[in-house]
C-alpha cells in the first residue's frame, strides 16, 4: 500500500515538472529591440498620431561609446511611425525595426504638447491596455514635441530616456519644485470626476550645439486636456499640500537683509475640510525641519533671536508657495490637490449636491494654511570665517 502511494506521488512530481518545463511562448533576448523611452506626438495638420520608439543597442550601451577612429556612436536608436491609433504606429514601427519591439522596460512615457491639449485618454489606452506595457513607467508632458526631447544629448548617461528619467527622480529628491508621476497614478487621478491630474514638464535647453533635456514646471490636466501649467514655486507649493516634499532649498533673508540658503530635510503636509454653515474649508498644516546651508552675510546666525526670526521667515516662504498654488489652481478650476474627493468621503450626503457645481465651490473655498518650521542644525561651522 505504502509503495503504491510513493509510486502515485514520484508520478504525479513527475508530470508537474514536465509541465512547468514548457517553453512554447518564449523568446530570445536577441529577437527582442529594448525600449526606454515612448513619445506621444499629434499631427496637427492630419490628425495622425506619432509614436517615437527609443530603442537601445545592446552592444553599446556597455562600451565606451567610441568608434571609428574616434567618433561617438549612440547607445540608442529612435524608431518614429505614424498612425490613426497608437497601437498600429506601434506595430508599423516593425517595418523599420530587425527586432519586435519590448516594452516592460520601459522608463518613461512623454507626451507631446499638441497630444497634452488634444486629450490624453485616447493615447494612454494602450500602455494601460497592454499586458506588455507597465503602469510604474513615469509619464510627462514635453514643452514642444516628445520626438524632440527624445533626440537630445544624454549628456552623463547613455540614452535620453535614461537620462530623463533620473532628472525626474531627482527633481522630486533634490528640489521637489514638480511632482514624479507614474502612469498608475495619472490613471486613477484621470478617473475621478473632480481631480485635475498633473505631470512634470520637460523641455529642450539649448546649451551652445547641444540640446539637452530638463524639467521645468508642471502641466495641469482638466478632465483629459492640458489647460495650464505651475511654475517651480507654485509646483512646490502643490507638493507642501500633498506632504510630498523630499528635499530642496528655501532662500529667505537674515534680519540684517542677507541672503540664507536654508536647506529642506524633513517635512510633512497634511489637509483637513469641514463644512461650516453649508461652506467648505480647508486647514493645511505642514511641518518642515531644515538646517543652515550657506549665508551671505558676516552676523552670528546661531542666536536664538536670530534663529527664531530665519525660522519665521521660512514659515512665510512656505505659506507664499501654498497660496501660490492654490491661487493658480483656482485660476485653472483644476482641483489638483484632491480637496473634493476628500470632502466626498467625509460628507457623502452633502456631496451629491456639491459635486456638479464642485468647479465653482472650488474657486471660493476659505482655505487656511497653518506652517511650523524648525532649523535643527548650522553645518560644520557656528559662524562665517570673516575678518575681525
Not at 144 to 160: C, I, M, N
Not at 267 to 280: D, I, P
Not at 354 to 369: A, G
Amino acid at each position: 500500500m505504502k509503495t503504491g502511494s510513493r509510486m502515485i506521488k514520484t508520478v504525479l512530481c513527475f508530470l508537474i515538472i514536465v509541465c512547468l518545463c514548457g517553453c512554447g511562448s518564449s523568446r530570445e533576448l536577441n529577437d527582442l529591440g529594448i525600449v526606454l523611452g515612448v513619445g506621444i506626438d499629434k499631427d496637427v495638420e492630419s490628425g495622425t498620431v506619432q509614436i517615437t520608439a527609443q530603442v537601445v543597442k545592446a552592444g553599446e550601451i556597455s562600451s565606451s561609446g567610441k568608434k571609428n577612429g574616434g567618433s561617438e556612436g549612440k547607445a540608442y536608436v529612435n524608431f518614429k511611425d505614424t498612425g490613426n491609433t497608437v497601437f498600429a504606429a506601434v506595430r508599423d514601427i516593425t517595418t523599420q525595426s530587425s527586432r519586435k519591439l519590448y516594452f516592460p522596460h520601459s522608463q518613461v512615457l512623454i507626451l507631446g504638447r499638441s497630444a497634452a491639449e488634444d486629450g490624453v485618454t485616447k493615447y494612454l489606452d494602450f500602455f494601460m491596455r497592454d499586458p506588455e506595457t507597465r503602469l510604474n513607467v513615469y509619464i510627462l508632458v514635453a514643452r514642444d514635441s516628445a520626438e524632440g526631447v527624445l533626440d537630445t544629448e544624454p549628456q552623463l548617461e547613455k540614452t535620453p530616456a535614461n537620462m530623463i528619467f533620473r532628472l525626474v527622480e531627482g527633481e522630486a529628491k533634490s528640489t521637489s519644485q514638480a511632482m514624479a508621476v507614474r502612469l498608475r497614478d495619472f490613471k486613477d487621478s484621470l478617473m475621478v470626476k473632480t481631480n485635475a491630474p498633473v505631470a512634470p514638464i520637460v523641455e529642450i535647453s539649448d546649451d551652445g550645439d547641444q540640446k539637452t533635456a530638463k524639467i521645468n514646471g508642471t502641466a495641469v490636466f482638466k478632465g483629459d486636456r492640458m489647460v495650464g501649467e505651475l511654475d517651480k514655486i507654485e509646483g512646490r507649493g502643490l507638493l507642501w499640500v500633498l506632504g510630498k516634499v523630499e528635499g530642496g532649498i528655501i532662500e529667505t533673508t537674515s534680519s540684517q537683509g542677507n541672503w540664507v540658503s536654508l536647506e529642506i530635510v524633513r517635512a510633512k503636509g497634511s489637509f483637513s475640510t469641514e463644512l461650516v454653515n453649508g461652506k467648505v474649508k480647508i486647514t493645511i498644516t505642514i511641518l518642515e525641519e531644515g538646517n543652515i546651508g550657506e549665508q551671505a552675510g558676516p552676523e552670528n546666525l546661531t542666536t536664538l533671536s536670530e534663529v527664531a526670526f530665519l525660522e519665521k521667515q521660512k514659515g512665510e516662504v512656505i505659506k507664499n508657495e501654498v497660496l501660490a498654488a492654490i491661487q493658480k489652481a483656482q485660476e485653472l478650476d483644476a482641483d489638483i490637490f484632491g480637496f473634493g474627493e476628500s470632502i466626498h468621503h467625509k460628507y457623502p450626503k452633502e456631496w451629491t449636491a456639491m459635486e456638479d457645481n464642485w468647479d465653482e465651490i472650488f474657486s471660493e473655498i476659505e482655505v487656511e494654511v497653518k506652517v511650523e518650521a524648525k532649523l535643527r542644525l548650522t553645518g560644520r561651522i557656528n559662524r562665517p570665517a570673516v575678518p575681525k
